[in-house]
Nanobody, 126 residues
């Protein structure tokens, strides 16, 4: 079993920055992808960023140039969020695919992921 725990959420000013972390524990797959998703009140969950097993990354158009996804050697996932906007306000979730996936056709699709964290709240205001 894989366990994912997000941290780093909080409040930020418009134009400010936050860095989210996702600590993964449990079984370590040989190949897998990880992603960040967010859901605001009254809206559907949307993919924000993903990193595949070969290191390739994908971003939603709304965050390109502002957010950066990365992973360290300890399999901790990060989301560096810069130039924050009010529309970035949401609950942010870390997710991981089941093992064996070497390439994702839709890396920002929630249906691709099996393991999920509990979420961390991000609030952006003036």
């Amino acid at each position: 079993q894989v366990q994912l725990v997000e941290s780093g959420g909080g409040s930020a000013q418009i134009g400010g920055s936050l860095r989210l972390s996702c600590a993964a524990s449990g079984y370590t797959y040989r190949t897998y992808s990880m992603g960040w998703f967010r859901q605001a009140p009254g809206k559907e969950r949307e993919g924000v960023a993903a990193i595949q097993t070969d290191g390739r990354t994908n971003y939603a158009d709304s965050v390109k140039g502002r957010f950066t996804i990365s992973k360290d050697a300890k399999n901790t996932l990060y989301l560096q969020m810069n130039s924050l906007k009010p529309e970035d306000t949401a609950m942010y979730y870390c997710a991981q695919t089941q093992g064996g996936r070497v390439w994702l056709a839709l890396p920002l699709s929630a249906a691709e992921y099996f393991y999920w964290g509990q979420g961390t709240q991000v609030t952006v205001s003036s």
